[in-house]
């Protein structure tokens, strides 16, 4: 079945350190890959997405790149604010939006 | 345009009762989904929609869980009896389906109903 596998958190880091989040995955057709966000006492909000290989996802200064040969969708950011404290979850979803399989998040926390 | 909308955003209730959580989703969305995430999990699919059918709903514990979207809008999900195993979030998300939908589709998340049962 398809499945999710992304680093265990927490993760601790400092303002503008760099940021990569690992994200791998196993699909039995050709997925989709979703980078969601959730900011504390907030809903789920989509980060990201790249739909094909070799595509590059951004958004508020975050990027990952689909690497069908590596089956990853690693999160990288270059200087992270606290205001991106968050839990970040890997997703993906085969067949357009039919069922989308999440990762366990990654805590991330930046402090001042 | 308001997002997703569940109630209630916290319940507690004690072993062996019911209870339900409600969730209207963004205008216009007929794909509908219920999620549980465990703390520290990832959200799981509990069942999905499309307008008033369930689709996927292979992951409901249909023992106890039940849910309907009686006219393919807004939908209830419910739980009779709780177990305190069934303590965790419920989460609705809604997204563009059918011909409108497809590859990459965004779904869109409630700020989910935290369940406690004790």
């Known amino acids: 079945g398809d499945s999710v596998t992304q680093m265990e958190g927490p993760v601790t880091l400092s303002e503008e350190a760099f940021l990569t989040i690992n994200c791998t995955y196993t699909?039995?057709?050709?997925?989709?890959l979703f980078w969601y966000v959730q900011y504390p006492g907030e809903g789920l909000q989509l980060l990201l997405k790249a739909t094909k290989a070799d595509d590059k996802g951004s958004n508020k200064g975050f990027e990952a790149t689909y690497r069908k040969e590596t089956t990853s969708f690693h999160l990288e950011k270059g200087s992270v604010q606290v205001s991106d404290s968050a839990v970040y979850f890997c997703?993906?979803?085969?067949?357009?939006?039919?069922?989308?399989?999440f990762g366990t998040g990654t805590k991330l926390q930046v402090i001042p | 345009e308001a997002g997703v909308v569940q109630s209630p955003r916290y319940k507690i209730i004690e072993k062996k009762q019911p209870v339900a959580f409600w969730c209207n989703p963004i205008?216009?969305?007929?794909?509908l989904y219920w999620y549980l995430q465990n703390l520290g999990q990832g959200p799981e699919l509990l069942i999905r929609?499309?307008?008033?059918?369930?689709?996927?709903d292979s992951q409901l514990p249909k023992d106890r869980f039940s849910a309907e979207r009686l006219k393919g809008v807004d939908s209830t999900l419910k739980i009779q009896p709780a177990e305190l195993g069934d303590s965790a979030v419920y989460l609705c998300a809604s997204s563009l389906g059918g011909s409108a939908g497809g590859m990459g589709t965004e779904a869109f998340f409630g700020q989910g109903t935290r369940l406690t049962v004790v």
């Open positions: 997703a993906l979803s085969v067949g357009g939006y039919q069922k989308v399989t």
């Open positions: 929609y499309e307008n008033e059918e369930a689709v996927d």
């Open positions: 699909a039995t057709g050709y997925p989709s």
């Open positions: 205008s216009g969305h007929n794909t």
